[in-house]
């Protein structure tokens, strides 16, 4: 339970740190010398890894919560 609870924090810890930076980015890193394109590249692999890795996420909480509730 403490497994599943620790990594539901840490998803909703990532996605308030993504979304707390996303409208300062941009000008940011175009200060630094970023083109346009790289900023909606960094944006889109983000959002690319997440649909990546949910399935393999949802399948693991389901495992400790099946394993959790058996213990």
Not at 4 to 11: D, E, G, Q, R, T
Request: proline residues 4%.
């Amino acid at each position: 339970m403490l497994t599943a609870v620790a990594l539901s924090i840490m998803n909703v810890s990532l996605c308030i740190s993504f979304g707390i930076i996303s409208p300062f980015y941009p000008t940011e890193a175009a200060k630094k010398g970023a083109t346009t394109t790289e900023v909606g590249l960094v944006f889109g692999i983000f959002q690319l890894i997440l649909f990546i890795t949910s399935p393999f996420y949802g399948a693991f909480v389901s495992i400790i919560v099946v394993y959790i509730t058996n213990y």
